[in-house]
């Protein structure tokens, strides 16, 4: 299974709240999981990413929790800004094989 | 560094007609990628390129064509253009397919009507 289930679709956030974005995916065999961040009007660019052997990723307010038994990895923006107000994309790979991406999350955080 | 540069930014076109997305990029990345972007459907690979002279098919390649002359140029031809094509279409490259990070343009919006 090459698919990589991304929820939500949309996700409103207050200023200083959580905004958690999650992905599913079968693939045992994916050894690479980015989440990209795209602006309207923009291309997507990479935000952080985490190999399989790590259970946590944290980048400033972003970390990336994955949970390889079960499957799925997530974004969590911690004191979420408006100018976090974007679309997240998750992704995979394995190998030297191309990205999978997910469906994409759009966040609105209001002030 | 310019990154990687698409032409043009927006384009109508009627159905039937033919035309080329323009993708050139200043960071001599061998791999070069074309994306499409459609509303709750996230990033569909319709074409790819590992390096000069050598192109294979994405998981929608179906009425595009693309060339590689160059390691810089990677054009997206538009043949027959329908209005399943309507879409915003993005370029990207990579140093590296393994963990590589991707880096895309800006995107050109296409509307066939």
């Known amino acids: 299974q090459q698919q990589v289930k991304q929820s939500p679709q949309s996700l409103i956030v207050q200023k200083g709240g959580i905004s958690i974005i999650n992905c599913a995916y079968e693939n045992t065999a994916f050894d690479y999981f980015p989440w990209y961040q795209q602006f309207p009007g923009k291309g997507p660019a990479l935000l952080i990413a985490i190999r399989p052997d790590v259970s946590e990723k944290k980048e400033g307010r972003f970390t990336i929790s994955f949970n390889k038994s079960a499957k799925q990895f997530s974004l969590h923006i911690m004191d979420s800004q408006p100018g976090d107000s974007a679309t997240y994309f998750c992704a995979a790979s394995k190998g030297t094989d191309k990205l999978i991406f997910g469906t994409g999350t759009r966040l609105q955080v209001f002030p | 560094n310019a990154g990687v540069t698409q032409t043009p930014k927006f384009r109508i076109l009627k159905i039937g007609q033919s035309m080329t997305l323009q993708c050139t990029q200043d960071?001599?990345?061998?791999?070069m990628y074309w994306y499409r972007q459609d509303p709750g459907m996230g990033l569909k690979l319709i074409y790819y390129?590992?390096?000069?002279?050598?192109?294979d098919k994405g998981e929608v390649p179906n009425g595009y064509n693309v060339s590689r002359s160059t390691t810089e140029d990677f054009p997206l031809r538009l043949e027959l253009a329908a209005p399943s094509q309507t879409s915003v279409y993005f370029c990207?490259?990579?140093?590296?397919?393994?963990?590589?990070?991707?880096?895309f343009g800006e995107g050109s919006r296409l509307t066939v009507l």
């Open positions: 960071m001599n990345h061998n791999y």
């Open positions: 390129s590992v390096g000069a002279g050598i192109t």
């Open positions: 990207a490259s990579s140093y590296d397919t393994r963990n590589g990070e991707l880096f």
